[in-house]
């Protein structure tokens, strides 16, 4: 009997780690088909000029892009420590550190269901289970989506002029945030489809239980700092967008460059493609060029912005994700 249950649980760990790795690769080929796609834009644009422009960037200026970078995924993983302390989790600061930054390795998988690894992770590492631990996941994109949320609008209010209906995306942002960690609505949710289904009731109770732990994070000492350290995170990134422009010579004002990268993030999230994939760099493209901004420039930022933040961040979770399979002390 002991010999099966050790059977039991090795053939579950090797279902994990094939799952796991298969993502990594699901990943990597994501990424050759984002250099496929943006090597035939550039081909049918005039690659050339393309890139002139993208070698107009320095050595020192792209470590400067990735430093900025590097700030918003560290506020990032600082946040997530907060939502463990909100739920009691005992994970140190440098074991939540690790276990954010390794779920960015799945970053590009379908909806970033991949980054669900973290829970599996801080199951390991405290013995809560995961659909306890989830309302960390459902914290985190809330955050994001409510960082964005707030500096669109600020853009909007300063650069944008609510053009393209700015100030109700930014809203609708916003309100999906709020939604996705009110306890209220989310159990009335979860009643409601219950209800329609007439079956699962086991698994429906536990999701009423999870959801209602969200309660401790709508907490002034909660929801403050973690607003804070969204909206730095992604001002970092927003201004990195900034300067790479200057540093291709377009010239543009601060929050109407945040206001287009935030835009294009957004647009990207709501095509529901691994991690914005075309959807992010066609806004993107197209918002710099109703600026007037030239295609062969608008083309080079959007690259390397891209390459600087989201497979910056891919890159990271690569290399730190062996430190966060290895369970900590």
């Known amino acids: ?71 918003n995924y560290a506020l990032r993983a600082l946040r997530w420590h907060l939502f463990a302390n909100a739920l009691a989790l005992k994970t140190s600061l440098s074991r939540n550190a690790i276990i954010y ?32 631990s989830s309302p960390m996941m459902l914290g985190d994109r809330a955050a994001d989506l409510a960082g964005v949320a707030v500096l669109l609008l600020v853009a909007a209010l300063l650069a944008l002029g609510g053009a393209g209906g700015v100030y109700w995306v930014a809203g609708l942002a916003l309100l999906l945030a709020i939604l996705a960690t009110s306890p209220k609505f989310l159990t009335r949710l979860i ?84 991690g914005g994939l075309g959807g992010a760099e066609a806004v993107m493209v197209g918002l710099l060029s109703l600026q007037g901004v030239p295609l062969d420039a608008a083309l080079a930022a959007t690259i390397i912005i891209r390459i600087t933040t989201l497979w910056f961040a891919i890159l990271i979770g690569i290399i730190v994700f062996p430190l966060a399979e290895r369970k900590g002390a």
Do not use: C, N
Request: aromatic share 12%.
């Open 1 to 71: 009997m002991a010999g099966f249950q050790a059977a039991q649980i090795m053939l579950s760990r090797s279902m994990l780690f094939f799952k796991t790795h298969k993502d990594l690769l699901f990943g990597l080929g994501m990424l050759a088909l984002f250099l496929i796609g943006l090597g035939m834009i550039i081909a049918f644009t005039g690659w050339q000029e393309t890139w002139a422009s993208i070698t107009k960037l320095g050595w020192g200026q792209l470590g400067i892009l990735l430093a900025l970078s590097l700030g």
């Open 101 to 132: 930054l390794a779920g960015f390795a799945l970053t590009i998988t379908p909806g970033r269901v991949g980054e669900l690894v973290r829970l599996r992770w801080i199951k390991r590492e405290t013995g809560v289970g995961i659909l306890q």
């Open 191 to 274: 009643t409601l489809a219950w209800k329609t289904l007439g079956r699962g009731a086991r698994l429906f109770a536990s999701l009423r239980r999870a959801v209602r732990q969200m309660a401790l994070f709508a907490t002034p000492k909660v929801v403050l700092p973690v607003l804070l350290l969204s909206a730095l995170g992604w001002l970092f990134e927003g201004y990195a967008f900034y300067l790479l422009l200057g540093w291709l010579g377009v010239a543009m004002g601060f929050w109407m460059a945040v206001g287009i990268f935030l835009f294009s993030m957004l647009g990207g999230g709501a095509t529901g493609l691994p």
